[in-house]
């Protein structure tokens, strides 16, 4: 059966048609500038619409120093790595990290993801340290007052010399602004351990195992002192 004209005109324009759809894809394309292989910057900002910070990224030289309320605070911090931001583009955590062997041979390594509470500094922070000093990786839990951090005080602080009027203010501001750990689950120094600490940071309650295997629950009082321990052989 021989196709009609109607047939022959209907595929004619589906032919068209197809064709003009692919050059026309074809030439979008070919203006498009090929997206680079690598990026390489020294700081990435993410912003709203409005302009509103939201997420810094950034290497060791530029790391931003600490917005708060529409308000920048000299905050030096030797680390390169990414800060969040909250509705407002005040800091509200962050992802941090380092390391590098010393002149004596001696390495350092740290890393730290955190989350602030509002206006405060970290109560959420998975960590891990390892240098001359300390060899600890976990979770920890902080608490935090509903009252704004005293940064000014705190600057001042750090800028202080050593000696006893920075140890005096040292002691006020932690009454201010009180900070205790109350939880950490990880690794201290080779020994698996939960610690539970009541309101004024002291621990009260582990659970650790050892790095031999040796297990044990410890119960504290407010100085410190094991009253009571349950051992792996009880």
Known sequence: MRPNAQNLLLAYSVVMTTAIGVSLAVAHAKSQPAEPPVLTVQQ???????GTLRTVIS??????????????????????GTLF????????????????????????????????????????QLVNVDDAKDHYSGLKVVDRSARPLDIEGWTNYKA??????????????????PAPNRLFVGRDNGDAMLQLSDGHGSPRLKMIVKENGETSIQ????????????????
């Open 44 to 50: 990435i900002r993410i912003v709203e619409p409005d």
């Open 59 to 80: 290497n060791k030289a530029r790391f931003p120093d600490l917005i708060i309320g529409g308000k920048t605070y000299r905050h030096p911090r030797d680390t390169a």
């Open 85 to 124: 931001f909250d509705d407002e583009g005040s800091e509200i955590g962050g992802l941090i990290y380092g390391g590098k062997m010393g002149k004596d041979g001696t390495s350092s390594n740290s890393g730290s993801l955190t989350f602030d509470r509002y206006h405060q500094d970290q109560v959420v």
């Open 160 to 177: 202080m010399p050593e000696g006893p009027a920075k140890q005096a203010e040292g002691k006020r501001l932690a009454q201010v602004d």
């Open 219 to 234: 119960f504290l009082d407010a100085d410190g002192k094991v009253t009571k321990t349950i051992d792996g052989k009880s």
